[in-house]
């Protein structure tokens, strides 16, 4: 059978999506013995990408998501190759494409948190009709979470038996690490010389950026706790309010904002920080908080939205809309050391559950339940 696979966001410099792309590609032509897979690509990563075997076939494209040429090259450039399924691992595809498909849906962020690209009419409905379009014509929708699961059925009446949760996996670089020299080199280069919250994100309004500031600041003033703030990530300029948040506070000094960071530099900011907080008001998933609990790192979080379901008791939780509970909740992590100790090792254990070769092996199973219905 033929398979198709819309790679490109392909690659963790992306997007988050890039990187389920590549994890679980990875996964499924390791796995996968019997089918052809056709891997559609966009440059520079069509000609960087090696191809494991001779089953993988790379095709250059030439049309960006959410572009107009989305909608016509790229429909034209997949409906060559006549697949049996084609596997969107985003809700933007062609809304034209009608042979079997199968879609991953991760969270429904913009229908809740529209951001700067939706504030035209047009776009708003384009995303809409788009996402409307994936979720009626493909013949599974896989959703990364069971609260994504409930969104879709709850906002667009779609038959839950159409609707597969299957979990993301966690990449085996998060780990804890003994070596205490660069972590010093880490600190040293940044200039952490202070215990320090953690957290890394695109910096986006739902992700409560300024909620995470406004309790730092009050870690600070109230509980007169000497410590500092990271917030990673690359900064975006459609978000000033963020910058400008920082800006004004009375600690901003002690904020620091290393910018978009590797992953060999991230798992040691993970390695070396006192506390991992997630202030987010709406993740799909929340993959990072599961990265921080396999380094090692106590986890206190939003109970909202996938939090509590994906870190279950492993992470003490906070409402992120109540700036006093979230700095009360940091801080009684942050000053008792047995609490710390209990949420390390439960952390270690709940983030054992999650990896991406379960992730492509049920990935697989729904592929060829598809393929198999069709002969």
């Known amino acids: 059978m033929r398979i198709g696979f819309d790679a490109r966001m392909y690659g963790k410099a992306q997007s988050g999506i890039g990187n389920y792309i590549k994890q679980l590609t990875d996964g499924l032509f390791q796995l996968d013995k019997a089918n052809d897979y056709y891997l559609f690509l966009l440059e520079p990563i069509f000609r960087q990408y090696q191809v494991p075997n001779e089953r993988i076939h790379k095709v250059e494209v030439d049309a960006y998501w959410y572009s107009y040429a989305e909608q016509t090259k790229f429909l034209f450039e997949i409906s060559k190759y006549k697949l049996d399924l084609m596997h969107f691992p985003h809700f933007n595809a062609p809304i034209f494409y009608n042979r079997p498909r199968i879609t991953s849906i991760h969270d429904l962020t913009p229908l809740f948190f529209p951001g700067h690209k939706q504030k035209s009419w047009w776009r708003k409905k384009a ?102 703030l990271v917030l990673a990530g690359q900064e975006d300029i459609h978000y000033p309010n963020i910058s400008q948040t920082i800006a004004v506070s009375k600690y901003k000094t002690d904020i620091i904002t290393p910018g978009f960071i590797s992953d060999d530099e991230l798992v040691i900011f993970y390695n070396a920080a006192a506390i991992f907080v997630i202030p987010s008001f709406y993740e799909g998933f929340g993959l990072i908080g599961l990265e921080a609990m396999a380094s090692g790192l106590p986890v206190v979080s939003s109970n909202s939205t996938s939090l509590p379901e994906v870190m279950d008791k492993a ?60 002969q």
């Open 127 to 228: 995303y809409e009709l788009t996402l409307k379009t994936s979720l009626k014509k493909s013949a599974k929708i896989l959703a990364a979470s069971q609260t994504t699961k409930n969104d879709i059925i709850k906002h667009f009446s779609v038959n839950p038996a159409k609707i597969e949760v299957i979990y993301l996996g966690i990449e085996s670089q998060f780990k804890k690490i003994e070596n205490y020299d660069k972590i010093k080199e880490l600190k040293d280069k940044y200039g952490l010389k202070k215990p320090y919250l953690f957290f890394v994100s695109a910096w986006r309004n739902h992700k409560n950026f300024i909620g995470l500031i406004k309790a730092f600041e009050l870690i600070r003033e109230k509980y007169n706790f000497d410590c500092q």
């Open 315 to 374: 992470a003490l939780y906070f409402n992120p809309h109540d700036t006093e509970e979230m700095a009360q909740t940091i801080h009684e992590v942050l000053t008792n050391k047995n609490l710390q100790d209990q949420l390390i090792q439960l952390g270690f254990t709940q983030s054992k559950k999650y990896n991406w070769q379960k992730t492509a092996l049920k990935t697989l199973e729904s592929y060829n339940e598809i393929l198999n219905s069709k």
